[in-house]
Every structure is written in structure tokens, then in C-alpha cells.
């Protein structure tokens, strides 16, 4: 059964704390997994695709990175407005669904 | 381009009521699905289509009618309302598989409390 799981559940760090966040999965084949970023009482925000183990990709203080089994999504010297729930989905080669983590809900104070 | 567009954004039914939630993308994607999302559950597949005409069930689909006629719109419809469909709805989008890139893009959500 294709599953995502994150963690932590929660993170509080302080501006500039630089920090990751994981996104552990199991898939029956990868076709893409996928970074979102879902502030409250809207839709997820679509950040980043990765397709194969290896690949990184980068935005602004955001780096998301890719292994065979895992994915972590590396937040540097973050500010309060990266505040948010970050979610991670995996698509399978079916490519019918997406399947999503329940995320990972980041607080940086200031 | 106004991406992904959903009304109504709010809506309050009581239970054995009826409604449908409209969804509508301008981006030309062939690919459209429903999601519910609840707390502690993540998100969660309703239904989906890979074009028009074209529908299948996803996770948890019981309670719960799609249909798409156009490219365009794909509304889902609640046949009976129940306490249990109290949630969060989004609708997404996306470029066919094969597509240089196929990543979905959300609505804004319509939050649906049934009494």
C-alpha cells in the first residue's frame, strides 16, 4: 500500500534557526513526489517536484532533496513568514492520485 | 489566469440536503480531482477525471457524485448530506501524464459544516 508519513508533526524554531523536515514514503513505483505549502484557511501552494533519487531543488530559503526512500525539505535561516503547514505526496506510476502526509506544521518566531 | 476557482466558499447544510460544489479551471488541464481534508487525516482523494467524460472513485468516495461534461468544470455533488462529510474541500488540476511536468494545483477550498 503506497503511504507518506512526516515528521515531525510540529516544529517551533526561531528566526534563523535553520532546520529539516522529513517525508518518509512507500510507493509501487515514484512517479514524482511533491512539496506544498498550505497556510491556514487556504489551498496547498505548490512548491517543488522531485523525480528521481538524487535530484535537488531550490527556492529562496527552501531545499528539497530526494533519496529512494525519503525526502527532506531543508528550511534555512527561516523567517516568520515561512510559517505554514508544509505537505509532502507521492504520485504512483498508476499517476491517478496524489497521496499525502498529514504535514508538518512550522511556527518561526521572531 | 485565474487557475483553479471554487464556490461557494463557505456553506452550511443540514443533514438529508443536497448541494453540488462547483469547481473550474482555466489552465486547459485534462486531469481534475476532489479532495477532502479533515484534521489529524491529511487529504484525501474523493474523486477524479483524466478528461472529459472520463470519472473514477478514489479513497473515499461513498456519499459523493462527480460528472465532467467540459474540460473546464468538474462539480461534485452530495446526493444526502451527513454530519461525517463536515470538511474541507478542494479541487485540483493538472497537465495530462506524459506532460513535461504534472504537478496539481489547488483551489481555495470550500468549507462545508453539515448539522
Known amino acids: 500500500e503506497d503511504q507518506v508519513t512526516q515528521s515531525p508533526e510540529a516544529l517551533r524554531l526561531q528566526e534563523g534557526e535553520s532546520s529539516s523536515l522529513n517525508c518518509s514514503y512507500t510507493?509501487?513505483?515514484?512517479?514524482?513526489l511533491f512539496w506544498y505549502r498550505q497556510d491556514p484557511g487556504k489551498g496547498p501552494e505548490f512548491l517543488f517536484t522531485?523525480?528521481?533519487a538524487g535530484e535537488e531543488k531550490e527556492k529562496e530559503r527552501l531545499k528539497a532533496t530526494l533519496t529512494k526512500k525519503e525526502s527532506f525539505l531543508h528550511i534555512t535561516a527561516p523567517k516568520p513568514e515561512d510559517s505554514a503547514t508544509y505537505l509532502c505526496a507521492v504520485q504512483n506510476q498508476a499517476g491517478t492520485a496524489l497521496i499525502f502526509g498529514k504535514g508538518t506544521t512550522l511556527s518561526v518566531s521572531s | 489566469n485565474a487557475g483553479v476557482t471554487q464556490t461557494p466558499k463557505f456553506q452550511v447544510l443540514k443533514t438529508g440536503q443536497s448541494m453540488t460544489l462547483q469547481c473550474a479551471q482555466d489552465m486547459n488541464h485534462e486531469y481534475m480531482s476532489w479532495y477532502r481534508q479533515d484534521p489529524g487525516m491529511g487529504l484525501r482523494l474523493i474523486h477524479y477525471s483524466v478528461g472529459a467524460g472520463i470519472t473514477d472513485q478514489g479513497e473515499v468516495p461513498n456519499g459523493y457524485n462527480v460528472s465532467r461534461s467540459t474540460t473546464e468544470d468538474f462539480p461534485l455533488r452530495l446526493l444526502s448530506a451527513a454530519p461525517s462529510q463536515t470538511s474541507v474541500y478542494f479541487c485540483a488540476s493538472s497537465p495530462p501524464l506524459g506532460s513535461s511536468s504534472y504537478e496539481q494545483y489547488f483551489g481555495p477550498g470550500t468549507r462545508l459544516t453539515v448539522t
Open positions: 510507493v509501487s513505483g515514484l512517479r514524482g
Open positions: 522531485l523525480y528521481s
